[in-house]
Each structure stands twice: as structure tokens, then as C-alpha cells.
């Protein structure tokens, strides 16, 4: 009995080491670009090629994620894609299939581009293979070439238009995601289009139902407020119908607003995408509550930083329940992904993702009154101009809280104090894992100024105050608080 407990310990072990070995889709960029500008001299002029996968959307991603991170290295010139697009039209060659090194040299020369970058990604069964490669225009020959595992989770799930091929483990302090098909049951709205449907809630949604909208094609809408005079106990669901469904504003705003005594659920293959310089974030909780389940995304809100508020969710009042999706690619001045702003505003995450999310205090969460719960899910590779990479807690008695009882804080920057976590309202840490920098240079949370520097004693992992921080990474069985006395280092 003994030796077949130590037999299955090692198995759990071996299989959490594998796990940990395949890394993120957003971690993987970010070492691609690296590895890219770690070959090419400076001020060298790239073009970002290709990308080959089974999803148009997953390549897209890939090389607008990268191409991103290799304009904000500021060390080489990458050419402008739409220049590629006139070329490779041109020339007939489909940027989304195979092209080959002859055909990439041409298009280079083309564009007066000095290197070539292109990937791949191949399905190793319970995870993929993700390879970058760089040729020199003029010699052909392959400058680098970089591969990673990656792990096959929701977000690469959602971009590859299906779902994991295997369950992962369950990491410690993490949660395992999966898509999934929904099975709320409710009243299908009738409408020939999203505007249509929601004009029909308007006229005739009664108290205590479930009403579905489901969306069949790509639309664009104007702003909506879901609010019923009269009615309470309103649970309104959007989700797409097969595949995902991109769902955009016509103007500036914010496109749903929930209002009390309705409940509206972002289900799965539906995305809400967002644009520059927005005056709004993409949802506002205004006494009601809002849910995100699996295969939902919100995505490319870019809010004016002259305005007040997250690109994501705002949490004015009411309740944030996040149990699944993505929150990815916004920015606002407070919170790129998640604002907890008024009290008694509620913010639950038990699963899903928050990352690649900007703003000025709490790239991925700020809690400026209210309540933030974290018991799982993703917080990783999101930025802060100046406090907090992953969550900003304010305090000085104005009610931020900041409960972390699992989920992972990983990846993000900070400017100036507290890569993962800062807090001078309420915050304790009794379970999940928030890395440091000091401990794990690749993947830790980070304080870096904006020209890349490392900045010591600035807490890479937590900040309080110069005597209260935390460099390295607190893991599961490291419970912290900002209540303690002494140092955490």
C-alpha cells in the first residue's frame, strides 16, 4: 500500500513538472519577440511574415501580438503589414498557408526588409509545438530559430475555434479550464439580428425569466442599457450560435450596461470587441450583475486615458462574477481589464483570464472600493504605467479589498511599485501563487522602468510600503497580509 502511495506521489509530481514545462500562448510571445530581437542588430527592418495554424483567427493573433512586442522593444523597425498584404496580393501568395523561403526572400526584398519572421504551430496531441524562425533576406540563411510548448488551455481553445484536446492538471492554487456547451435554457429571442432581438426585450422581457439571445453572424450595434421599468428577476444570456461571434460598437460608449434586477451572462463563441480611443468601457455594472462563463472574450477596448475607468468591466456597483473567458488586449486608467470602483461593488473570479490589459493603476484588476475574490483563474502579462502589473488595492480608508484564496498572479509589469500586487487598502493572501521576480526571472511578476530596467526593492511580487514587500514568489503555502508586521523578505 505504502509503495503504491509513493508510486502515484512521483506520477502527480512528474505529470505537474510536465504541465509546468508548456507554457502560455501569451508567455510564448513574449519569449518569441525576445528571442528576436536578442539576434537582429539594432534598428533592423523585420516583416512579420506569416503565421501557419488550422485558425485564421489563432495566426492573426499571433502576429499582431508579436508584431506589438516587437514595436514596443523599440529595437528593430518592423514593416508596415499593410505593405505586405499589397505585395503578397501582388505576388499571389496566401499569407495564411505555407509560404516558402523563396517566396519569403522575394516579398522581403520587396519591401526593403532585412529579415523575414514566420511560425508554426503543430498539434503534439495533448499540447502544441509553437515554432518562430528568422531568415535573412539576402543570405536565406535561418538567423534563429525558436520552439516552446504550449499549453493547450481555454485561451488557445477559444483562438483555435475548439476546445482542449486533453484536460491538463490541476496546478495548485490554478484552476483546470475547459470549454464548455452552455446549458442555460431560457426563452430564444426572436430577431433577424442582435439590434432586433434587443428591441424585442425591450417591448416585451417580463419579471423572473430567462431570455437567450443567440448571435449568427458578426455584428455591430450602438451602446444598449439593459433596464425594464417595472420588472425584477431579468437573466438575459448572449452567446454565439457555432463558432464565435465578434460583436462591435458603431460609436463611442459603453455597449451593455446592467442595470438592478438583471443578470446578464456573456456565454460561450461570443466576443466583445472594442476600439481605440472609446469613451466607455465594453461593460459598466450598474446595480445589476454580470456573469463571463467560458468561451466569452472581451477584447480590444482601448479607452481614452483622458477618461476615468477600466477598458474591460467596469464595476460601478453590483456584482462581477467571472467563472470562465478572457479579458484581453484593453486599456483604461484604471484597471485595463477589471474596475471595482463604487461600494458595495462585488467582484468574484473562480476561473477564465485576465491578461495583456494596460492602463495607468492595475493593469489587470484595480479595486478602488469594493470587493475583489480571487479563488482561481489566470492574472498574467498585463502592465501598469505606474502601480500594480496584476492587481491595484487602494486604501486609506476608502474600503479596497483584495481577498486571494487561489488563481495564479503572474507575468505582469509595473513602472514603479508592485509588479503582481499593490495594496494600501485590505489585502490578504491565503492561498494561490503570486511570483517575483527575485525567484523566477522569465515568468515573475516585475517592476521595470519604462526603458526595461529592473528596479529593486519596489516589491516584484507585493508592495505595501518600502518595509513591507515581497520580491520573490509566495506560493500556495505562503499566506501574506497587509496587516502583518515586520518584513516579508
Sequence with gaps: MKKSLVV????????????????????????????????????????????????????????????????????????????????SQEMKIQLSGDVSDESAQAIGRMLGAQSIISGTLTNMGTFYRFRVKVINVETAAIQTQASFDLRNDEQVAFLLGGSPTSVPPVVSGGTTPNVTISTIEGTIVPGNNLTEKLAWLQRSADSHNTYILEVNSNETITPHTFFYEGTINITIVIKGDNINRNIRLRSHGTMFTVRPNITLILDNNVTLHGHNQNTGAMVFVNGGTFKMNNGATITGNTRNMGGFGSGGVHIGSGTFEMTGGTISGNAGQNGGGVYVHEQPAIFNMSGGIISNNTTIWGGGVCVQLGTFT???????????????????????????????????????????????????????KTGGIITGYNSDQINGNVVKDESGNVIARKGHAVFVNENLRLETTAGVGRNLSNRDSGRWD
Design 8 to 87: 502515484f506521489t512521483l506520477f502527480l509530481l512528474l505529470v505537474g513538472e510536465i504541465y509546468a514545462q508548456q507554457l502560455n500562448l501569451d508567455t510564448i510571445i513574449e519569449r518569441a519577440a525576445r528571442s528576436v530581437e536578442d539576434v537582429l542588430p539594432q534598428g533592423a527592418k523585420v516583416a512579420v511574415l506569416n503565421f501557419v495554424s488550422t485558425s485564421e483567427t489563432f495566426s492573426d493573433h499571433v502576429i499582431e501580438e508579436l508584431t506589438g512586442k516587437l514595436v514596443n522593444g523599440r529595437k528593430i523597425t518592423i514593416v508596415d503589414r499593410r505593405n505586405l498584404a499589397l505585395i
Design 374 to 428: 480571487m479563488t482561481g483563474g489566470t492574472i498574467s502579462g498585463n502592465t501598469a504605467i505606474f502601480s500594480g502589473g496584476g492587481v491595484h488595492v487602494s486604501g486609506a480608508g476608502r474600503g479596497g479589498n483584495f481577498n486571494m484564496r487561489g488563481g495564479i498572479i503572474t507575468s505582469n509589469i509595473a513602472h514603479s511599485y508592485g509588479g503582481g500586487v499593490i495594496s494600501d487598502g485590505t489585502f490578504s
